[in-house]
């Protein structure tokens, strides 16, 4: 029985590393090895994934571009439509998008096809799959927003009844904290080849 257990994990292993070839990790990203990532992922420099971070292009390519922060536990999925599946004819994949500075906060899930710039999904938000958010909207914690909408820019939504707000200013873009992470992070974790094998951070 252990040889047929250790079979299976090194299996598993293999099943993995197929998987995640297909990611494009640009130079001066920081991927930790710990973090899942699944399918055409195309992910910009000075990105940073944490590990236990998932990111799973099931449904078509996923593209993260500059400076995004992805935290532990956070989840981005281009997921079939409901009642669709891989094998029902006539589903094409559409490409996921996501721009420069958005944050992803601990343990929040992302399915919106269409991210601008410096958005913050918070902790433990959910947002789907017919959502557009625009630029420098805050999707306050636990907040759910499934519906079929563009979130117009700056918009705020918070609190339990998920009200609504729009703000004066975007909020900032995290580039004091994506340096620190830059930094520290190699320090503790494997990261994850980046496209010219270079997984050093950019130097100041």
């Not at 990105?47 to 990111?55: D, E, L, N, S, W």
């Not at 959502?131 to 939504?157: F, R």
């Amino acid at each position: 029985t252990v040889d047929t257990s250790i079979e299976s994990k090194m299996a598993d292993i293999n099943t993995k590393q197929i998987m995640q070839r297909s990611a494009k990790i640009a130079a001066g990203a920081v991927v930790c090895v710990e973090s899942e990532i699944r399918g055409d992922v195309t992910i910009g420099p000075r990105t940073v994934v944490h590990p236990k971070a998932r990111i799973l292009a099931d449904a078509g390519p996923i593209i993260i571009g500059e400076g995004n922060l992805i935290e532990e536990q956070a989840l981005i999925r281009n997921a079939f439509p409901e009642n669709m599946t891989p094998d029902s004819e006539g589903v094409e994949p559409k490409t996921m998008t996501i721009g420069t500075n958005n944050v992803f906060e601990v343990g929040c899930k992302s399915q919106a096809l269409k991210i601008g710039d410096n958005n913050v999904i918070e902790s433990k938000a959910e947002v789907g799959r017919n959502v557009i958010l625009t630029s420098g909207c805050i999707i306050g914690a636990c907040c759910q927003v499934n519906t079929c909408e563009l979130i117009p820019e700056n918009t705020v939504i918070y609190g339990s009844g998920c009200m609504r707000r729009v703000q004066t200013e975007r909020p900032q873009p995290q580039t004091l904290q994506l340096d620190f992470l830059m930094k520290i992070l190699p320090n503790y974790h494997h990261l994850k080849k980046t496209v010219k094998g270079n997984a050093t951070p950019a130097k100041n």
